[in-house]
Structures are given as structure tokens and as C-alpha cells.
């Protein structure tokens, strides 16, 4: 017991000490400021130094991950997605026509899902990391948080994981979108209905609460309206909710041909189950963020038929060809090439929040190369500048000051799971028909 | 009317789920004055040891695993009691809501480090009824059931067995019940380790119908919070009869108004219940 | 004479305030002992040491020859070791019959508890007629009455009662002395705390008078009764 | 109220630990320090407005949150839908949640002990919920501004530097009454509510009034501090202005510094604050930081209730006229 007491005694006093050290000015100040000030000399001392030579010039790129609370799941997936760009970047490096060959380090720290230190760990990742380039943590929330410092200091931020609209229409000049953005989220499964099915004339939105969902289902029923179809419900439900039964209830007496919505994994997931378990008499389900995940299959045959929106998959058929065909500029690996790397290094298929950590990499590795230099300005420039197509897709970037960064090229593909011929659930893409790994399963097999 | 009826049916089977949940935390706060803010995560907690216990795990029958749920829970209460609650017993509300909230932060810090906070399901189905417009699968039946039974066996021992009213006597009168020689300290364990295993066994149960993370129990806290107030404070009988309001609340509401109002009307109601009638709707419990 | 209870130089008191200064009491097996003192010279204080609600920071408490200074209320309680509390500190909440069950809680008790439950009955007999009232609801005689019967349920060696006559009218504590004549003529072992030392003296055998926590005087009642010193101050004469 | 407290050396010390605090950034010229210190700041003066309601008047308000997520609200629609300046909105967004508390404070402040406790943490919920449904306020997507308005504030990085003296300033204001309520009357009577509230009341303390501004104190400043904080972070979301977590911090920071001390719950929130973001950048505790810091309440609780003031008073009883 005494001892016990006496250690809580000394850890807080080395707290005490430890805040009260940050708090004295003699000691703290010339000792945070020394090694900085090296820092600072020695970085462009060693660029000119190492031009000539062709040396070796190390760019940090920052970023907080959820590595804690309800965020983790799709965080995880980015960052592992980001790490294995990082390991594959960093055999070669960049070399750039003066000879400097640019290699990678990457710096994080845990947001545990929650904004208030967001500001405060980018902050410490610019100013003591001397991160040079951004990525965005993962959710529309954090990364508005995270664009204000970004935006202050001039450090180019590509986000991913962080769809919702509104973030690239606040005046932005230093951040870039890889995602297609919310509003474009299930624009697509409205198309596809309507296609599958013209008969089909109701549909009901049942979404989260959330910032990213709302966004998206808002964009959708206005498209869907415009395409004639009847909104018989609109309604939202709590991130938290885990007994959908009320809303069951709402769209068995609404009788929609369709359902949408959804939000998150855990919810969506959920939602899913539970429209299987009570029978709910839909012809298609098209849920966000949840079908495209792996897990997705432990609800067995509650998943068969539902439909997901998708940044990417690892049956899309983005390919050189179609990049020469287009007229677009092909970079980085296939499609093949990267699920492969991913799945030897990680033990599993590459979801797209891991698509789109490494595709953030591999923009950045092409907008250096392009500006030929890591001055964030060139590499602003070159990101405004560039449209291109690689294994995630085609990526044009917004450069009206209304809202610049936003993504505009960028096409959600559309997965549905459904049986092999071993009955087993695998993850299909079904649209757009030009992507097309299998024929959709219309109606919902219930 | 179809649907108010079958979401009726609904919210009234979790109610006895609710209420089962709601009981652990009244029965402590009777019996030894502690709001357990631990609650949430021993519920979610009670949710994995069912899932590793059961056909995701060592493969017991869900319904044959709530027994060790059940067990586990008492000694893992009894533990938290000893590290957490008897030492500040005495001291002000103050240092039992924290005590018991820093165990909550340990269980949720620990779990999302093994557990992670990717939901999981139990992927557990025994059929369903169907008649009317009613549509309900057998485990939420089963669920409610085996919370009708627990809160009766809890009734039974608390009223008709010797430990039982020695709880009920440490919590009426500490001191007096050392003078009788009843054992208080022990006691006092025994009832944590009890509303512990309630907290466990409904998220073992709701485990068999939702799919959960560790950060589940929060929001069966949440509503544990509420039903305990409707019940009254430290009457586990009222909390049954909490649950079941509740229940029928959230079966209620979402037919007439969006169902994201059915917890503003839940905790107004909550706050409300409190301040014009304290000890609970149904007036018993302690003054 | 055998010597069941012993207190050797107690020190106690609550935190930093000592109330008891080297006080010593024996109880002998058989004996009604009685201690008496104006209000805060400690009674209560002795009554709570001896039965280890309160640790003392000094001196030593034995029950049958042994040392049980640090032991448990509730073990000595098992033991038989029982204290009738100040203020009757009955399970307000729980019907009568159930306080005379958990008067009977120890095993020693329980396997005497339909003989202890007769006799009870017998002595009290207003109380058999409320069996399932709830015990908070009564009046202050009956629960005092239950609270000695609860005493007496959990079948004492030794029955130690803390003011048995404050605030009930005066019938009722006539009544309350007839039955620890009774009790003393079966040969149970008592200490009684009152504040009507009169009362006290004359139904004691041997008596202990405290003053600002230390015995001041003892010795039998009788004599006690006689001496001057106790007349002029205790008993007003 | 009376500025008796300019007398005693623990106000000089309390002051000049916040003022040092705060012109730090200033001596290192670091960001980084800026954004230490944002946060450190933040924490003082939230902690120590809660402390005039927890330490002084000894009610535990769980959902205190309430206060700077409705203040911040009000304010942070003013800004982003009527173009209000930052600091008029502000002050609205204090006064909001004053008035909040002075409402709160007649209908649950007769309620005690665990009671109320649990009567704050409903109305934080209830309030939460009820903005997910208010449209004005954005309803579940919560408020965004425009980065245009930044302009206005010399730049986002001036705008950074702007708000932080906002806080700084906010800081200091919450040591300043904090020491005004303990040397007043008013003051008194609330430590007499404190100690026992039925012999107040007796002894002349007029308690419910007397709670109830207690409680108003203790909100404005939250209030005014959420629409900073809002405002910073360029948007708003329901979620993230009323986390109930973050409620039991402040009580954390409070009585790891010493409840109803004015250096405590400074020196409270400077400790947990710098202790967080150590453990969360700590590559040794970073996974289990949660389950650490849960630890370390827990011992502080069980063996070190009075907090590190406290605990540093009884220790050196020579301390304790420089520790108030």
C-alpha cells in the first residue's frame, strides 16, 4: 500500500514538474528553441548542398489517425493503405532532374476520433515533426478541423476519408480532395435502380445523423426527385442506434421499392441485419460505407444483394488502356499490383479506405515529380494542374477559389454481394455497367 | 395501426432487457449509495464474453453461455468492488462517481486495444414469429423472457432468502448489520458482484440480437440512467416496470414524430422525473 | 468468577479526537455490569471499542481469554458478542419478523433460532402481533422492544445494551427492566449503558462509573448506590 | 465582491502562473507551444469555472459541457449566419449560457448529491438531442464558416494568435473571479453550503439564490470559450460540442489539483492537460493511454483525494498560507 501511495505521489509530481517545466521559461525556451533553429538552417543548407552531389532529401509527411474510438475501423485501413505506398516510394525514392533523390518518412500521432487535439497534434507535426506535406485524418469532422492549421501555414493537405462537400467550399487554397465527394455518393445506386427496375417509383432514405451521410442522402433525394422517383421517407437516426426496429416499422408502412442510407460500418451494418431478420419487404438496399467493407460478409445472408456505394474496388478496371482511350495521363501501379502488395503485406483484401491512403501517397509522389522540386507552391501548382488516372481512379481537382480542391473526376463504383459458385459471398462490382464484374441481383432475394 | 402495433410489441420486449440493465445499477445505488459509471462497459463487456463463449468461440449454446456470463460477472464485480468502492465508501458522491468512472476508462482503454472497436456479431438466429403484423425474432422473445426470470430470481433472493435480506439489511442499515453479524464488507461485494452480473447478462442477452463493440454500453447506460429515475432510485421492482416504460416510449414516439426525437422526449422526461418526483414515478424506494 | 470479557487500558476515539483515556472494565460471566456517566464521558465510545466498531489506538480487549482487540464487529457477533445499539439502529425498511431473522444471521444463532424465537415471542408478545409490519413504522417503545429482542435473537454470551430507557415513557421502561431481571436470573452475561443511573445501579450487580473518559469509581451497585461522591453527583440526593 | 485576495501570495502565484502560461508561446516563438499552451489555457479555465460550482458550493455538475457546447452554439450561428463579429458573439454566446444555468439553476439545483449529479448529465443529453433536431443550428451536421471570415481576422494563422489571447484572456478571467467569489460573502456562503447546507440555511445563507449564481458564474465562462473553440475549428457538430466524456475531465482536472482551492484546479488542469497529450504522443502508452490515464484517476481518488494542492498543504503545513 505504501509503496503504491508513494509512486501515485512521484507520478504526479513528475506531472507537476512536467507541467510546471513547460511553464519555465529560463530552461524550456533555448532548449526548444536551439534544436529547431538547426533544423532550420540545416534543411536548405543541405538541398543546395545536395543538389549538385545528387543527395538524398527526406520529406515528412504528417498525419493523426483514429487509433481509438469509433473511427478506428476505416482509419486503420488508410493508414495501412498510406504505410505501403511509403515502403514501395521509399526502395527508389523520387529522383528529380537535378539528382536529389526524395524519400519518405511519415509522422502520426492518435486523434482518438475526437477534434480537440486535432489542431494541436497537426500543429506539432508542422512545427516539431517539420512535416512537409498533410494527409487529412479520416472523417469530414476532423479534417475541418485539421484544414484550418493546414490552410495557416501553406502546407498542402490531400484528404481521404473525407467526402463531405461543404469542407472544399469554405475557401480553401492549400488542401485537395482524392474522394469523390459526398454529394456524388448514391447519385449512381439512383441511376442503377432505375435502370434495374423502371416500375420502381419509391424509395426511402434512412441515414446517420452525421455531418458525411446527411450530406450525402440530402444530394441524393433531390437527384432522385428529378428523376421522378417518390422520397415516402427521410429520416435520420443516431450514430449510436443499435435497435433499428422503429425505422423498420416506418419503411414497412411506407412500402419503398428501395432503401438507402445507412452511414458508418457499425450502424449500417446493423441496419442491414436487421431489415433481413424482420423480412422488411425491399427490392434494393443501398447502403453507404459498410457494404464495401470485408467484414460486411460476417452477416452472411443478410448481406446477400445489398449494394454499396464504393471510392474503389479491387475489380475496377482502371487500366492504361483506358487511360490512352480517355486521353488521360496513366500513373503508379495496377490495380493488380497494388491488391496484391496489400494483401502479402497485410494478410487481407485492400478495402477503399485503404485504396485511398495509398492513392493519397501516390498523388503526392506524382505531383512532386511533376513540379520537379518539393517547394509546396510547385506542388500545389502541379497538383491544380494534374488529371490523372491510376489504380484508384481519375483525379481532377477543383481550382475555382468558390471551392477549390474539391474532387471532380473522381467516380464511385457500386459493389453487391452475391454468391460464387461455391456459394460463397463475394464482393461484386455491379456498376457502372462499363465496370461491371457481375450481372446485380434484382430484387433483394428475401 | 399496424405499425404502432408492431412497434409496440417491439420496444416493450427490449424494455425488459432495458430494465434488466437498469436493475445492476439501481440495486448498487440502493444498496450502497453509488452510481456505477462503470455500468456501460460491464454491459459491453458482457457482450464479448457471451460472443467468446458462444459459437464465435469456445462454442457454447448462447442461452448455456449466459450462466458463465452470469458467474463471471458476480466475481468480476465482487473484484471491482474491492479495488474501486470499499475504499471510498464513506467519502463524498464525488469520489464513487469518479472512482467508478476511472474503472470505465480502463475497460474501455483495454478493450479497444484487444478487442478493437470493429463491431461484432454473434450471428445467432433461432427463427422468428410471424402473425398479424407482428414480426419477432425468437431471440428478442427468449431475451425478454430471460429477463423476466432474472429479475424474478432477483426478487426471490432479495424477499425470501437469508443473503438476500442480509443485502437488503446492509443497505437499510450498515452498522447494524455489522452488529448482527453480518459480514457488511462481504456483503456489500456481493451486491456489486450482483448488479454487475445483471449489467452483464442483459448485454450478454442483447448480444444475441445486436451487433456490438466495446463501446456499445455506453448507450445502455444512458438509458439505464433513465429507467433507474422513472423507477425510482434504488428499487430494483421499479426498474423492471422503467424499462418496460421506456420501451413502450421508444415503440411509441417514432410513429408520430422522427425517431431522432424519441431520446430529447427520454431524457426531458428523465430530467423532469427528477425534479418533481425523485423517488421515482412509482413513488417507493428510499426518501 | 469467571472473567469473560476484559478491557485493558483502552485508548479510543474518533480520528484525532481521543475520548477514551486508559480505561479498563471486566465483565464477569453471569453479572449484569452497568456503566454510567454524564452524556460524552464515553460510554458509547466503550461500547463501539469493545465491539470493534472503533479501533483503539491503545490496549487490548479479550472475550473469553482471548485477544479480540482486532477483530471484526461482525465476528465477534458470531462469536456472541452483541450490542443493542443507541437509537435502536433497526432495519427500518424490513418487516419485524425479518429483523429478528437477521438478528438470528450467525450460525450459532440459526441453530438455535426456534427456541430463541419462543422465547421472544413469550417476552414480547405486542411484538408477535406485528410480525409483518415494517419495523420503521412503529413506536419508539416497540422498536426499542424489537431491538432487544433482535439483540437476543442472535443468541448472546454476551447481550450489551446501549441506553435502554432514553426517550420512552416511563411504564414502558419499567417493563424493559423487568425483562433484564429476567434475563440476568437465566444467567446471561450483560452490560448496560444508561443514563438513569438509579435505575442502573439498582438493577445491577457491579457498576463502573466514567468520567471524561476514564473509570472515576467501581465496584458493586449496591455500594455504589451508597457512596456519597455518586449520590451528590448522579443521583441528585 | 472585494479584492481582499491581492493580499495573499497564492492569487500572485495563481496569476502569474496563468499570465507565464500564456505569454509563453511569445518567449519560444513556437506554434507548437501555442497550440500546448491553447489547450493548457483551455483547460484552466474551464476547470477552474467548474471549480466555482464543484469546489465552492460542492455540487457535482457531470454534464458541465452543456455550457460551453449551447454558448458556443448561440454564438457560432451568430458568426456563421448573421456575420456577427467573433467577439460580440462571444459575449452573447457567455450571457447564453448564463441564462441557461440561471434556468437550470431554479429547476434542479434543490436536487442533491448524486441526484443532481445524474440531473446534469440529462440535460446535457436532453439539450444534445434537442440541437440534432434544431435546423437553425444545422441540426445533426452542425454549423460551418466560411474561411473568407478569417480575413477579418488578419488570416487563419493571425486568426490562430487571435483567439489564443481570446483564451488566454478567458483564463485569466476565470482565476480572477475564481479568487473575487472565494474573498466575497458570497464566497462564504458557499463553503458554508458546501460543508453542510441544511445549517446554512439556518445560519442566515440565502442557498438557493446563492447556488443558483454560483452556477451562472460557472457557465459564462464555458459559453464564451465554446464559440472560440467553434470558431477555430472552422465548424461545429453536435457530437463534438456536448461530449459528455469530456464533462468528467474537467471534474478530473479539478480534483487532481484540489477542489475548492483556487491553485488547484490550475495547477489540476495543467497537469492532466500536459499528462494527456504526453501519453498520446507517447509511443510507450499511446495504444493503452485511455486505460492509463483511468489508473492514475483511480490512485488519485483512492489514496490522494485532496489533490496535489491539498495534498501539498497537509504535507508542508508551512505551505498553507501560501496555498490559500
Redesign the interface.
Known amino acids: 500500500m505504501k509503496r503504491l501511495f508513494l509512486f501515485v505521489i512521484l507520478s504526479t509530481i513528475t506531472a507537476l514538474v512536467a507541467a510546471c517545466g513547460g511553464a519555465a521559461p529560463e530552461p524550456a525556451a533555448p532548449a526548444q528553441e536551439q534544436p529547431k533553429a538547426e533544423v532550420a538552417q540545416e534543411e536548405p543548407a543541405k538541398e543546395e548542398a545536395a543538389a549538385p552531389a545528387g543527395g538524398e532529401e527526406v520529406v515528412t509527411i504528417g498525419y493523426t489517425a483514429s487509433k481509438t474510438g469509433k473511427l478506428e475501423v476505416p482509419s486503420r485501413g488508410q493508414t495501412r493503405g498510406l504505410e505501403l505506398w511509403l515502403e514501395q516510394v521509399n526502395k527508389d525514392g523520387i529522383t528529380l532532374s537535378d539528382g536529389t533523390v526524395v524519400k519518405f518518412d511519415t509522422k502520426t500521432y492518435d486523434d482518438e476520433s475526437a477534434k480537440e487535439r486535432v489542431q494541436s497534434l497537426y500543429t506539432t507535426l508542422i512545427e516539431e515533426d517539420s512535416a512537409d506535406f498533410l494527409i487529412s485524418p479520416y472523417s469530414s469532422g476532423l479534417t475541418d478541423a485539421a484544414a484550418v492549421i493546414a490552410e495557416s501555414y501553406g502546407n498542402v493537405m490531400i484528404t481521404t476519408g473525407a467526402a463531405s462537400d461543404a469542407t472544399y467550399k469554405k475557401g480553401l487554397t492549400s488542401v485537395f480532395q482524392l474522394y469523390t465527394p459526398a454529394s456524388r455518393y448514391l447519385t449512381g445506386a439512383i441511376d442503377m435502380l432505375a435502370a434495374l427496375d423502371p416500375d420502381a417509383k419509391k424509395i426511402a432514405f434512412v441515414y446517420e445523423n452525421a455531418k458525411f451521410s446527411t450530406g450525402v442522402v440530402e444530394a441524393a433525394k433531390a437527384y432522385a426527385e428529378e428523376k421522378g422517383f417518390d422520397v415516402v421517407l427521410f429520416e435520420g437516426y443516431d450514430s449510436e442506434t443499435t435497435d433499428f426496429a422503429p425505422f423498420l416499422n416506418k419503411i414497412a408502412a411506407a412500402e419503398p421499392d428501395a432503401v438507402m442510407g445507412g452511414g458508418h460500418f457499425n450502424d449500417g451494418s446493423t441496419l442491414a441485419r436487421q431489415l433481413y431478420e424482420k423480412n422488411t419487404p425491399v427490392h434494393f438496399l443501398a447502403l453507404l460505407v459498410a457494404p464495401p467493407e470485408l467484414q460486411f460478409a460476417e452477416l452472411a445472408d443478410a448481406a446477400l444483394g445489398v449494394v454499396g456505394p464504393s471510392q474503389w474496388e479491387p475489380q475496377a478496371n482502371y487500366t492504361k488502356e483506358a487511360a490512352a482511350a480517355a486521353g488521360l495521363e496513366w500513373y503508379g501501379p495496377t490495380v493488380a499490383e497494388f491488391a496484391k502488395a496489400y494483401e502479402d503485406k497485410y494478410g487481407e483484401e485492400p478495402g477503399y479506405h485503404a485504396g485511398g491512403g495509398y492513392a493519397a501517397g501516390v498523388i503526392l509522389q506524382r505531383a512532386i515529380e511533376q513540379a520537379d522540386s518539393t517547394d509546396p507552391a510547385a506542388v500545389k501548382a502541379a497538383l491544380d494542374d494534374m488529371n490523372l488516372l491510376t489504380f484508384f481512379g481519375n483525379v481532377k481537382f477543383d481550382t475555382t477559389a468558390e471551392s477549390h480542391g474539391l474532387q471532380q473526376a473522381h467516380e464511385m463504383v457500386y459493389v453487391q454481394w452475391q454468391h460464387d459458385d461455391q456459394g460463397n459471398l463475394v464482393k461484386q462490382v455491379v456498376w457502372p455497367v462499363e465496370g461491371q464484374s457481375a450481372e446485380p441481383i434484382y430484387p433483394l432475394p428475401r | 395501426m399496424d405499425q404502432f402495433i408492431a412497434s409496440l410489441a417491439d420496444g416493450l420486449l427490449l424494455g425488459f432487457v432495458y430494465g434488466l440493465a437498469a436493475m445492476g445499477l439501481t440495486l448498487i445505488f440502493g444498496v450502497m449509495d453509488v452510481i456505477n459509471l462503470a455500468h456501460g462497459p460491464i454491459i459491453a463487456l458482457g457482450m464479448f464474453a457471451v460472443f467468446f463463449l458462444g459459437p464465435p468461440g469456445l462454442g457454447l449454446h448462447p442461452y448455456v453461455a449466459l450462466l458463465v456470463v452470469a458467474v463471471l460477472g458476480l466475481i468480476f464485480g465482487a473484484i471491482i468492488y474491492f479495488i474501486s468502492v470499499h475504499r471510498i465508501l464513506d467519502g463524498p458522491h464525488l469520489s464513487s462517481l469518479l472512482s467508478t468512472f476511472s474503472v470505465n476508462m480502463m475497460i474501455i482503454g483495454v478493450g479497444t486495444a484487444i478487442f478493437t472497436t470493429t463491431p461484432k456479431n454473434m450471428d445467432f438466429s433461432i427463427g422468428g414469429l410471424a402473425f398479424w403484423a407482428l414480426n419477432i425474432p425468437f431471440t428478442r422473445l427468449v431475451g425478454a423472457f430471460i429477463a423476466v426470470l432474472v429479475a424474478a430470481a432477483l426478487y426471490v433472493f432479495l424477499y425470501r432468502t437469508?443473503q438476500g435480506?442480509?443485502i437488503?439489511?446492509v443497505?437499510?442499515?450498515r452498522?447494524?448489520?455489522?452488529?448482527?453479524?453480518?459480514?457488511?464488507t462481504m456483503t456489500l461485494a456481493l451486491s456489486f458482484g450482483i448488479g454487475t452480473m445483471l449489467a452483464a447478462v442483459s448485454g450478454a442477452i442483447i448480444a444475441t440480437f445486436f451487433s456490438f463493440s466495446i463501446l456499445s454500453g455506453g448507450v445502455y447506460e444512458l438509458k439505464s440512467f433513465v429507467i433507474v429515475v422513472l423507477g425510482g432510485l434504488g428499487n430494483p421492482t421499479g426498474a423492471l416496470l422503467g424499462g418496460l416504460i421506456l420501451g413502450a416510449l421508444e415503440g411509441i414516439v417514432p410513429v408520430f414524430l422522427p425517431v431522432s426525437w424519441v431520446p430529447v422526449i427520454e431524457f426531458v422526461l428523465f430530467v423532469l422525473i427528477l425534479m418533481y418526483r425523485p423517488n421515482g414515478l412509482f413513488g417507493g424506494g428510499?426518501s | 468468577m469467571t472473567t469473560v470479557l476484559e478491557v485493558n487500558n483502552v485508548s479510543s476515539g474518533y480520528g484525532e479526537v481521543q475520548i477514551l483515556w486508559d480505561t479498563s472494565v471486566k465483565l464477569e460471566k453471569g453479572k449484569l455490569t452497568s456503566l454510567v456517566g454524564a452524556n460524552g464521558v464515553g460510554k458509547t465510545t466503550l461500547m463501539r471499542t469493545i465491539?470493534g466498531?472503533l479501533k483503539p489506538t491503545k490496549g487490548t480487549v479479550s472475550f473469553h481469554g482471548q485477544d479480540v482487540t482486532r477483530m471484526?464487529?461482525?465476528?465477534k457477533?458470531?462469536h456472541g458478542l452483541?450490542?443493542v445499539?443507541e437509537g435502536r439502529?433497526?432495519?427500518?425498511?424490513?418487516t419485524v419478523y425479518?429483523n429478528l431473522?437477521?438478528?438470528a444471521?450467525?450460525k450459532r444463532?440459526k441453530e438455535n433460532f426456534a427456541a430463541n424465537l419462543d422465547r421472544v415471542y413469550e417476552m414480547f408478545p405486542r411484538l408477535k402481533e406485528r410480525l409483518d409490519q415494517k419495523s420503521g413504522t412503529m413506536s419508539g417503545g416497540e422498536q426499542q422492544m424489537l431491538a432487544v429482542a433482535?439483540g437476543l435473537m442472535?443468541q448472546p454470551d454476551i447481550l450489551m445494551i446501549d441506553e435502554l430507557s432514553l426517550g420512552l415513557a416511563p411504564f414502558l421502561v419499567l417493563d424493559l427492566f423487568e425483562i433484564l431481571k429476567r434475563l440476568k436470573d437465566d444467567g446471561l452475561t450483560m452490560l448496560l449503558v444508561e443514563q438513569n443511573v438509579q435505575m442502573a445501579l439498582a438493577v445491577s450487580d457491579y457498576a463502573y462509573v466514567l468520567a471524561d473518559g476514564k473509570v472515576e469509581l467501581e465496584g458493586p451497585s449496591r455500594e455504589l448506590a451508597q457512596n456519597e461522591h455518586v449520590r451528590a453527583a448522579y443521583l441528585g440526593i | 465582491m472585494s479584492f481582499k485576495s491581492i493580499k495573499y501570495p497564492a492569487f500572485w502565484i495563481s496569476v502569474g502562473l496563468v499570465a507565464l502560461a500564456g505569454i509563453l508561446p511569445l518567449i519560444t516563438g513556437s506554434n507548437t507551444t501555442r497550440e500546448t499552451m491553447f489547450l493548457v489555457l483551455t483547460a484552466i479555465a474551464l476547470a477552474s469555472s467548474l471549480n466555482m460550482l464543484l469546489g465552492y458550493a460542492g455540487y457535482v455538475s457531470f454534464g458541465h459541457i452543456v455550457f460551453l457546447g449551447f454558448g458556443g452554439y448561440v454564438g457560432f450561428y451568430l458568426i456563421v449566419d448573421h456575420n456577427w463579429s467573433l467577439w460580440l458573439a462571444m459575449l452573447v454566446g457567455g450571457l447564453m449560457a448564463g441564462l441557461l444555468a440561471l434556468l437550470l439553476g431554479k429547476a434542479i439545483l434543490h436536487l442533491r448529491g448524486a441526484y443532481f449529479a445524474l440531473a446534469t448529465i440529462g440535460v446535457n443529453e436532453a439539450i444534445k438531442t434537442f440541437v440534432k433536431n434544431f435546423d437553425l443550428f444545422g441540426g445533426p451536421v452542425g454549423l460551418e464558416v466560411n474561411f473568407l471570415v478569417y480575413k477579418d481576422y488578419g488570416g487563419p494563422a493571425q486568426m490562430q494568435w487571435t483567439t489564443y489571447w481570446a483564451i488566454f484572456g478567458l483564463a485569466l478571467l476565470a482565476v480572477l473571479v475564481s479568487y473575487a467569489i472565494k474573498f466575497s460573502r458570497f464566497g462564504l456562503g458557499l463553503m458554508a453550503i458546501r460543508e453542510d447546507e441544511d445549517a446554512a440555511m439556518v445560519l442566515g445563507v440565502r442557498t438557493p439564490s446563492a447556488k443558483t449564481w454560483a452556477y451562472v458564474l460557472s457557465a459564462i465562462i464555458p459559453g464564451m470559450l465554446g464559440v472560440i473553440l467553434f470558431f477555430r475549428n472552422s465548424s461545429v457538430e453536435p457530437e463534438d460540442a456536448f461530449r459528455l466524456h469530456r464533462s468528467i475531465e474537467f471534474i478530473v482536472m479539478v480534483m487532481l489539483g484540489g477542489q475548492g482551492t483556487v491553485l488547484g484546479p490550475l495547477v489540476g488542469a495543467a497537469t492532466y492537460d500536459t499528462l494527456r497529450g504526453f501519453l498520446l504522443t507517447s509511443p510507450l502508452f499511446k495504444d493503452l493511454q485511455l486505460a492509463f490515464a483511468g489508473l492514475l484517476l483511480l490512485l488519485i481518488v483512492l489514496f490522494v483525494p485532496t489533490g496535489i494542492v491539498g495534498w501539498l498543504r497537509g504535507r508542508f503545513r508551512q505551505l498553507w498560507r501560501v496555498l490559500e
Not at chain 3, 439502529?89 to 424490513?94: D, I, N, R, S, V
Open positions: 437469508q435480506k442480509a437488503r439489511a443497505a437499510n442499515n452498522a447494524a448489520s455489522e452488529l448482527m453479524g453480518i459480514p457488511s428510499r | 465491539m466498531l471484526s464487529a461482525h465476528a457477533a458470531a452483541i450490542l445499539p439502529q433497526l432495519f427500518t425498511e424490513m425479518e431473522e437477521m438478528g444471521f450467525t444463532a433482535r442472535a
